[in-house]
Nanobody
Framework: VQLQASGGGLVQAGGSLRLSCAAS????????TGWFRQGPGKERELVAA????????YYADSVKGRFTISRDNVENTVNLQMNSLQPEDTAVYYC????????????????WGRGTLVTVSS
């Protein structure tokens, strides 16, 4: 499975960005897809995740109500709509995929794309 993330950039506080993760290869293996981020001097954290069917989602408390994860299994993409962005959202964002059913089993995410940088200015 190969993952390609895109959509990062520079935005002012309060603005929006939409990240996209395109999957290719043996995508039938994937049960969960997540977006992780790693900010300056911070550990990597799971921000949002979605099941293959789209019926289950997970959001970190820090992004609830501001970020929305969605997927299109025809296009093999998972998107992260980020609204009301704040400087603390500045990070490199990575999409990752797992064959595990659990969305929050972070160690089960075995397929990773290259990160895309999101910078939020104050």
């Amino acid at each position: 499975v190969q993952l390609q993330a895109s959509g990062g950039g520079l935005v002012q506080a309060g603005g929006s960005l939409r990240l996209s993760c395109a999957a290719s290869g043996r995508t039938g293996r994937i049960d969960s897809t997540g977006w992780f981020r790693q900010g300056p001097g911070k550990e990597r954290e799971l921000v949002a995740a979605i099941s293959w069917s789209g019926s289950s989602t997970y959001y970190a408390d820090s992004v609830k109500g501001r970020f929305t994860i969605s997927r299109d299994n025809v296009e093999n993409t998972v998107n992260l709509q980020m609204n009301s962005l704040q400087p603390e959202d500045t990070a490199v964002y990575y999409c990752a995929a797992s064959r595990a059913y659990s969305l929050v089993a972070t160690t089960a995410y075995e397929y990773w794309g290259r990160g895309t940088l999101v910078t939020v200015s104050s």
